[in-house]
């Protein structure tokens, strides 16, 4: 079973469109979603949370249509700040949301105020960038959902909490079996924990493949500018030139390149790498 299926969904807006979009968020693995900003990322969880509605295409969860008002019981979602009203303290603000999901954990909660090390008494307001990332990744998980959803959960954040929140949802999807659905553009974060990749850009799926897939299908390809010839320039999905070097990005058997090992340099691209040498590739069109 898969814990999101979208089935081409498109969203038309006055100056922004999401286009036949059809991919799958299995159930039990982490799942990064990847694309430059803009690319309708947040557009598309919208639809997923029921917040919007697509022109055209379904949504299920769970194998459900997404508008069961029950699903919303098995989804926590991690949005990039705190949405609750900033005078509150924890304990107030545990109060008003523990009895909207009736699976709240009590234990749970506390367990992750103390590992989280949040302070119960102090106003949101004055919570840092870091506190604030904990205190809503607190609220999500305390209701044990089986899938948690995450818009830009480690945008600002400091690199020692971002290490802390990664390693966090290694030990939530293997100790606890939950899914999640991690939509970011900083793609270092999810070449340490994800699975499986979907990358869109410009309202369009790119691709959706594993992590696997992508280590042994892309490559860097580096030498030196007059090598950049038009037949070399046709297999690669993007490149940079200067007056001396060029790098491009390669899918496919890295094998082609035996034997020339003398005139090019072959490196395994980064999620960074993907991203940026594809929508290249694109502007330049």
């Known amino acids: 079973m898969n814990a999101i299926e979208l089935n081409h969904i498109s969203k038309k807006y006055k100056e922004f469109q999401v ?21 309708g990322k947040s557009t598309i969880i919208r ?16 194998n459900e249509p997404n508008h069961k008002a029950h699903l919303r019981e098995k989804i926590g979602f991690v949005y990039d700040t705190l949405h609750i009203y900033e005078d509150f303290n924890l304990k107030k603000a545990k109060a008003f949301i523990s009895e909207v999901y009736p699976s ?9 105020v103390d590992r989280f090390e949040l302070p119960e008494r102090k106003k949101l307001k004055k919570f840092s ?35 802390e929140l990664l390693d966090e949802l290694q030990n939530l999807m293997i100790n606890e079996n939950q899914s ?16 499986h990749i979907v990358f869109i850009y410009k309202g369009r799926l790119q691709f ?14 580096k030498g030196q500018t007059n090598q950049l010839d038009a037949d070399l320039k046709k297999i690669l999905k993007g490149y940079k030139k200067t007056s001396q070097n060029f790098t491009g990005l390669y899918e496919g058997d890295p094998s082609i390149f035996e034997g020339l090992e003398d005139e090019f340099i072959i490196e395994q691209a980064t999620l960074e790498d993907i991203m940026y040498y594809t929508t290249r590739r694109e502007r330049a069109k």
């Open 104 to 112: 709240w954990d009590d234990d749970l909660y506390q367990k992750y």
């Open 180 to 195: 999640i659905f991690f939509s970011t553009h900083i793609t270092q974060d999810l070449d340490q924990i994800a699975d």
């Open 129 to 163: 960038k870091g506190m604030k990332m904990k205190a809503s990744l607190l609220f999500a998980l305390s209701h044990r959902p089986e899938l948690i959803i995450m818009d830009e959960p480690t945008a600002g954040l400091d690199p020692i909490f971002r290490r």
């Open 47 to 62: 639809m997923i949370l029921d917040a919007v509605r697509p022109d055209e295409g379904d949504i299920r969860i769970f």
């Open 208 to 221: 959706q493949k594993t992590i696997d897939e992508i280590r042994s299908k892309f490559f860097l390809v």
């Open 19 to 39: 286009e036949d979009v059809s991919f799958t968020v299995p159930k039990g693995y982490i799942t990064g979603f990847i694309g430059p900003n803009g690319s």
